[in-house]
């Protein structure tokens, strides 16, 4: 995505005149990094799709960049045994043990994982190994044998369980590995070992870069440069810190350096962008309300007060010639949908085009079929990754020759290539999923684009500013009129057969059923297999009524498995988390949660946010294993208590502290790749101030370290701001 769309658009409109011409060419000094990773030595055509399922994503090939930031979890010192009994969960151990029995898959549906159970003195932990043949799992763990696993522990339901070991070897084995090696986080058949030899690869394509921080700050805190930051952290020699009594090596400064790295560019990112639109001159992109008025009218509801005051925000910026930046907060079925629908009629009517960008293939159906629906003489379109190739090419030729007005999509929508005929306002649904770096790309599709961005999570102000700089904030803290509340209740566990026996009641009756499945340590694989085996347990029960809906599946199974929930042939739908976000299914009424106790209570809220959206009375069933924390009770009760997005989200703020609200996967909020907030936290401060700093003093990135920092902008992707800069 940094390098521009050779093609010419058809119309022209799409060269971003505000962004001073094309978009700028990463630095050619870069382009090892960007390489694809499957290119380096020693890769097969069997390596090469277990690297991109670690490291790739459905956008883009896995390139060395991320190998090289696929930093190892820890270096593990082999002389260094951990007990069983004494493996602190989530930390990477190794552990002399003797295998004592296999249990080999379970048939049913999806992948099941082979496992052996091993022990020592102390206690015993299942391996879980998915996709691996069972030979070759019982030879590398013959019964009986003694062998030195790696990995990290983790409970499961109570049991110690390490899900792909990243190393087993024998006695001679151990004998002949480093004294400190590092264990990387591995994948379905790439173990620790073959990611450490294609890292050490990766290096080797290292270019010198130039130093784009501040010498002296780097010194006073005694960071390394970067390259020998990533080289310390992947060919560690010798012990650098003191090994804590587990066997794991701290994080130390080469860590720190990598992290402020990533924090400078996200900050500087953020201050390019600030600046920008202070000083950015917009268009009016609010026309005389012929059509809004029209579509308003014909809504089977009538606007609440907020709604009605949210709208009027949004078209007083749409009718300035300054460009809008303005965040709508609004809880779950607040409306946001009807809000945005109304603001890009008036940007239609101003002749403009309008985009809607969701987070999912799923969400941006979804929107499409519903704004469809409400959407009046508005000719809609949708734009997704999945397109087929002729599909594809009709849609960016009626958008580039204006025949669409509304054009809804995932992240296809700013991709090079599309170009629209005259784009006037940008909705981006669920900004959290989406970083700065994409709005600044779906801004530059047009001419001083105004951008809207939707968030169901209510963000604390303090956050706010972290993350999303200063914008504008309307926020819908109105339900529409005649939702019933939600009866929430907590319940254990142990009482499962009394909730399966109840659903069996509700869905007789006819109601629909969300089973939300426990999010597990911190391996899919796991949450995947807790998800499936739930389903197995629920379709004994109810056959054919039992749907399941989980992350790995590819995405028209989600869609048809969503559809078919939707339509009713479905009547319980068993779920990872991926309905979290903004799917609507009025009909549902029920949720059930389990283990919630696992759940951050933001998540909780969004989850249960899925029921309640129609007419009749919901319930959401907290399942959770006890005994409960005293943390762990309050959360559950605050969700029993109060449906108040904005006292959830405080709350959550109050029991988990700001690291955690912003850095975990449960916020939803970007996660860092490198840095993590919780122990880098004070590093953010710093580099914000750095950032402003910078912008105020070169803010067209021209002196020397200004230049530097161009290249720390592309290196982590946040080159979009470079757009900013002008033509400089
Ligand atoms: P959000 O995106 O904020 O979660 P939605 O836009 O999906 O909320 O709205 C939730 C539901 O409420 C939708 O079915 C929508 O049609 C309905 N709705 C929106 N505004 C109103 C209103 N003013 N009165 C009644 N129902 C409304
Ligand atoms: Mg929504």
Redesign the pocket.
Known sequence: MTRPDPTPSPTGASAAPDAGGPAPLRPSILDPLFAPARGLPGVGPKMAPMIERLLGTPERPARIVDLLFHLPQGGVVRKLLGSISEAPPGEPVTLGVTVTGYRAPQPGPGKRPYRVLVEDATGDVTLVFFGMPAARVEKMLPLGAHRYITGRIDLYDGHRQMVHPSRVVDEAGLAALPAVEPVYGATEGLTSRAISKLAHAALDRLPSLPEWQDPAWLSKNGLPAFADALKAEHRPEGAPAPPAADGTVAAGPARRRLAYDELLASQLALALTRARSRRAPGRANAGDGHLSDRIAAA??????GA?GRALAEIRADLASDRRMLRLLQ?????????VALLAMASAVEAGRQAALMAPTEILARQHLA?LTAMAGPLRLRLLTGRDRAAERRATLLDLAEGRIDILVGTHALFQDGVAFHDLGLAVV?EQHRFGVHQRLALGAKGQAVDILV?T?TPIPRTLALTCFGDMDVSV?DEK???RQPIVTRLVSTDRLDEVVAALGRAVAAGDRVYWICPLVAESEYVDLAAAEDRFADLAQEFGAAVGLIHGRMPGPDKDAAMERFSRGETRILVATTVVEV?V?V?EATIMVIEHAERFGLAQLHQLR?RVG?GAGASTCLLLYRGPLGQVARARLETMRETEDGFRIAEEDLRLRGEGEVLGTRQSGLAAFRLANLESDGDLLQAARDDAQLVVARDPGLKSERGRALRVLLYLFERDAAIRLLGAG
Do not use: H, N, Y
Not at 331 to 337: A, E, P, Q
């Open positions: 809504l089977p509801f009538s606007l609440t709604q609004g809880d779950v079925g607040s409306g946001k949908t009807a519903r649904d939707m169901a819908l529409p009129a005649g903004g609507d009025p946010g959206r």
